[in-house]
């Protein structure tokens, strides 16, 4: 039976034939005494079209996944690997395209071509292969270490890390430099926090006692920066200059906190780094 033909009643998974069955008659013709059970309610409704888009959400995946595995396929050739109709796989498809997963691409032919439209054959575009597990992390992971190595190790190592860290964030603070020139002094860091959120960083800013907080609530590197702490420490200099005053990195992602905050004191005294001791992790 599949899963769409199953009722779930309190955990317990019931057939529709089952659950179609009526009462059990008992002697004389009388109707057994027996669990009741609940009638069809908007609960229930609601359950079964939960169970419904999640399967439609699995086959989706299932399509998908095979597009990544076998390269740009035709409808035909997606039924024939998942042992679907052409019609359903079209139809997910459809939802595929409109959610920018994949893209209709002319299918390329070799040798003569027949007579009629050539087949569509569907492509996972670039969003599409990023919903996919990628190996971005331990490729700048490894990079990194290759720059440390190269570099000499030990001390040496760790200055070329944090050479190109701090040659990295440089690239990035010119479009947050310029967004923090347009706001007027005391709107700085929210126009910090809106050109942080539109680099992936989902950030805030809100006011706190005797100054402000900027909050990341997403890292892009946090798992390349548990590694190396130097991508936090120059990004933390960065707010510093951008904001011309001392800053305190008081929580990151990296280092296990829920949230990157730093917190940004009233103070306007000027500074060109950070603190060591907190740039890149919690204050002990």
Known sequence: MSASGQLRNNGVVKYAGEASQGPAAGPGGSVAAGPQQPAPGPAREDERREHGHDEQRGTRNRVARSILDHGPSTAAELALRLELTQAAVRRHLDTLVAEGVVEPREKRVYGARGRGRPAKAFALTDCGRDAFDQAYDQLAGDALRWIAQA???????????????????????????????????????EALARALTADGYAATARSAPVGEQLCQHHCPVAHVAEQFPQLCEAETEVFSRLLGTHVQRLATIAHGDGVCTTFIPKSKTKTTTASASTAGRNPA
């Open 151 to 189: 570099a000499g190790g030990g001390e040496m190592g760790e200055a070329a890390v944090a050479a190109f860290a701090r040659a990295r964030m440089a690239a990035q603070a010119e479009g947050y430099r310029r967004a923090l020139e347009a706001a007027p002094p005391e709107s700085r860091t």
